[in-house]
């Protein structure tokens, strides 16, 4: 079955610091990778995807995210974190012949101290 | 969240009741995925619906829930005879291929 696997279920960096959150995945054919934000009390906002062609995917505010077949990884990174950073970020992925259903990872908290 | 609308934003219903969320995608949107995010879990997919067709309700719970999209209006997913269990915040996305979803703010239901 496929799953993700999310390193650290809360994440701690401070203001200007490298932001690096962790995504593993299993999967027996080549999956859509995504990471969406999650504010307090909303909904999840998309940050990036990858479907296919270059594997470094560049997404909105500053993040950016590298698919390693190999490693089978799709870790996150942002080289300066903002306090408006904080919030909970999910790895996910599609399945190519599994239809559209989306499986989530267990999400990592990210705070950031001044 | 890319104009996916859902209502209510927050519901209370009393342990028998029945509960209605609503989800409604963007114009052009011919997909609706649900998902269900509960406390301290992550998220957890549903159902997939198309136009007055059901694609996969493998994440749906056997008995008690259902859910619609009928040819003209909203997406509906509905809980009868609620648990306090269903407390959670119920997310659906719109979309017009698998990977483009966008999700809505969500409903957050409250059994008491």
């Known amino acids: 079955a496929q799953s993700v696997t999310q390193l650290g279920s809360h994440v701690s960096v401070s203001e200007g610091a490298l932001v690096l959150l962790r995504c593993n995945y299993s999967s027996s054919v080549p999956p859509y990778l995504f990471w969406y934000v999650q504010y307090p009390n909303q909904g999840l906002q998309l940050l990036l995807k990858?479907?296919?062609?270059?594997?470094l995917v560049k997404g909105i505010n500053g993040f950016e995210a590298e698919f390693k077949k190999s490693e089978t990884s799709f870790h996150l990174t942002k080289p300066s974190a903002h306090m408006s950073d904080a919030a909970e970020y999910f790895c996910?992925?599609?399945?190519?012949?599994?239809?559209?259903?989306?499986?989530f990872g267990q999400g990592t908290e990210l705070s950031v101290k001044p | 969240n890319a104009g996916v609308m859902q209502n209510p934003r927050h519901l209370v219903r009393r342990r028998g009741q029945e509960a209605r969320l609503r989800c409604s995608p963007m114009k052009g949107h011919s997909h609706v995925y649900w998902y269900r995010q509960l406390p301290e879990e992550g998220l957890k997919f549903m159902v997939y619906?198309?136009?007055?067709?059901?694609?996969?309700e493998s994440g749906m719970p056997k008995e008690r829930f259902s859910a619609e999209f009928p040819k003209e209006g909203p997406s509906i997913l509905r809980i009868q005879q609620v648990v306090r269990g269903d407390s959670a915040a119920y997310f659906c996305?719109?979309?017009?291929?698998?990977?483009?979803?966008?999700f809505g703010p969500g409903t957050r239901l409250t059994v008491t």
């Open positions: 619906l198309q136009k007055e067709n059901i694609i996969d």
């Open positions: 996305a719109g979309g017009s291929v698998s990977y483009e979803q966008y």
């Open positions: 996910a992925v599609i399945v190519n012949n599994q239809g559209g259903k989306l499986i």
């Open positions: 990858y479907t296919t062609g270059a594997t």
